[in-house]
């Protein structure tokens, strides 16, 4: 939690929920942040049925988002459709800096600033995350595209029943190209 709020404090973007203090109060934790009243990205497009061009306009602002972060040092390491909320006014907040790691720190390996389990959220994890291997730059950008690539054909590149299954696809195979993938969009997005 420390670590969260240190990381998005740091951040000044307008596109990314700011961090304006935090601390300590009787043994519990606590942080101030920017309150986002907004949904989930995915929601967004599908609830007002955004084309291609408005799909690729809210993409690009969040991955300015990703790349002030990586400007400062940071890489956020799970980006995911939950962690991108978008407001009533269109405005895009990035959010969520909970397992993001510094890039002085990519040497390490995924899962030596943890204990237990990798946090990751596997659907939307680079291959190297997967494999426990060092991160960089290139995992974001991985799982940016994992995003667009589920706004753009309403299917994520890689779906299996287990997640040893998952693992397994996105460690092995290639995605279906997505001008292939008609599923789940508005007839003009096709």
Partial sequence: FAWEMEVAARLSHP??????????IDGMPHCVMEYVEGTDLDEHIRSRRLDRKAVVALMKKVAEAVQHAHQNGIIHRDLKPSNILVRADGVVKLLDFGIAKQLESVDLPADQTRTGLRALTPAYASPEQLRGERVGVHSDVYSLGVVLYELL???RPFVADTLEGLVKKILTENPAPPSSLRKGLPKDIH
């Fill in 15 to 24: 596109h990314i929920a700011r961090v304006f203090g935090g601390g300590d």
């Fill in 153 to 155: 054909t309403g299917t």
